[in-house]
């Protein structure tokens, strides 16, 4: 998964189902995990509380679950929320069609405190969330599990839900094998011109692109259409710096629409 990161505690493992930004789990071969989280769970290390407990609104046309842990603290929820409703409009006046209506599709559950997820996350393996102490219900959806840690590391990260909704993109409407993302990858990788690049920070440092191609799929998605916390920032910097992702963009998110009954 996807998104956003404490980098120095992160290693690479080879396990599979969640792609997040600064999540804080046993995502698997496609992303870096905490060396303080163990590999199998068999006790959840938090309340599950069913979906039907959640509260549902709709937000920008996406489905948003509130937990019930982060309606009992008023004014967090409530800024949490105006913070996602901002990103959620944005996305909204960015995104093409169809591609939008895919993103809309797509479930956004918000808690207070999820005690594995540092941030947000993509959601993949029902099967993963039972097995480490998640709803399984959030397979194929994307998750806000730390309200605080939203407010404040979208400060540098202001696409952040974005990313997390690229992952979704990318793997139920591209496939998570899409031949042409993991070629712009590898070709990024080769190049080793992102090895150390620019972090809004002010400092450099390896982009976060190079994790994987679903990274880099999301990394460039959001700058492609909003801004990154790393170089290139934005789509003018993009299109000098990774020409073949500015055009792997152009050919993945503005796709024509099906014709009626294919």
């Given at each position: 998964?996807m998104?956003?990161r404490?980098?120095a505690s992160?290693v690479?493992?080879?396990?599979a189902?969640?792609?997040?930004?600064?999540?804080v789990?046993?995502?698997?071969q496609?992303?870096?995990?905490?060396?303080?989280?163990?590999?199998?769970v068999e006790e959840?290390?938090?309340?599950?509380?069913e979906?039907s407990?959640?509260?549902?609104?709709?937000?920008?046309?996406?489905t948003?679950?509130?937990?019930?842990?982060?309606?009992?603290?008023?004014e967090?929820?409530r800024?949490?929320?105006?913070?996602?409703?901002?990103?959620?409009?944005?996305i909204?006046?960015?995104?093409?069609?169809?591609?939008?209506?895919?993103l809309?599709?797509v479930?956004?559950?918000?808690?207070k405190?999820?005690?594995w997820?540092?941030?947000?996350?993509?959601?993949?393996s029902p099967?993963?969330l039972?097995?480490?102490?998640?709803?399984?219900?959030?397979?194929?959806?994307?998750?806000?599990?730390?309200?605080?840690a939203f407010?404040?590391?979208?400060r540098t990260?202001p696409w952040?839900v974005?990313?997390?909704?690229a992952?979704?993109?990318?793997?139920?409407?591209?496939g998570?094998?899409?031949?042409?993302i993991?070629?712009?990858w590898r070709?990024?990788?080769d190049?080793?011109d992102?090895?150390?690049?620019?972090h809004?920070?002010?400092?450099?440092?390896?982009h976060?692109?190079?994790?994987n191609?679903?990274?880099?799929?999301?990394e460039?998605?959001?700058?492609?259409?909003?801004?990154?916390?790393f170089?290139?920032f934005?789509?003018?910097?993009?299109?000098?710096?990774?020409?073949?992702?500015?055009?792997?963009?152009?050919?993945?998110?503005?796709?024509?629409p099906e014709?009626?009954?294919?």
């Amino acid at each position: 998964m996807m998104f956003m990161r404490n980098y120095a505690s992160f290693v690479a493992v080879a396990l599979a189902p969640v792609l997040c930004t600064g999540c804080v789990t046993t995502p698997g071969q496609l992303d870096p995990v905490g060396d303080e989280v163990p590999a199998s769970v068999e006790e959840p290390r938090g309340r599950i509380h069913e979906k039907s407990s959640y509260r549902s609104q709709s937000m920008h046309g996406w489905t948003v679950l509130v937990s019930p842990d982060l309606i009992s603290d008023p004014e967090l929820e409530r800024r949490t929320l105006a913070l996602l409703d901002d990103h959620l409009y944005r996305i909204g006046r960015v995104i093409p069609s169809p591609a939008l209506e895919d993103l809309r599709g797509v479930e956004i559950w918000v808690e207070k405190d999820t005690p594995w997820t540092q941030c947000m996350c993509y959601h993949i393996s029902p099967a993963w969330l039972t097995a480490n102490g998640y709803n399984p219900a959030k397979a194929g959806t994307v998750e806000v599990g730390n309200a605080e840690a939203f407010l404040e590391w979208t400060r540098t990260q202001p696409w952040m839900v974005l990313h997390e909704l690229a992952h979704a993109y990318h793997y139920q409407v591209l496939g998570p094998e899409h031949s042409g993302i993991n070629a712009a990858w590898r070709a990024r990788v080769d190049a080793g011109d992102f090895d150390r690049v620019l972090h809004a920070s002010g400092a450099p440092r390896r982009h976060y692109a190079l994790t994987n191609d679903k990274e880099y799929f999301a990394e460039t998605t959001e700058a492609y259409f909003g801004t990154n916390d790393f170089h290139p920032f934005v789509r003018a910097e993009l299109q000098q710096a990774d020409p073949r992702g500015h055009a792997l963009m152009e050919s993945t998110w503005y796709r024509p629409p099906e014709e009626p009954g294919t």
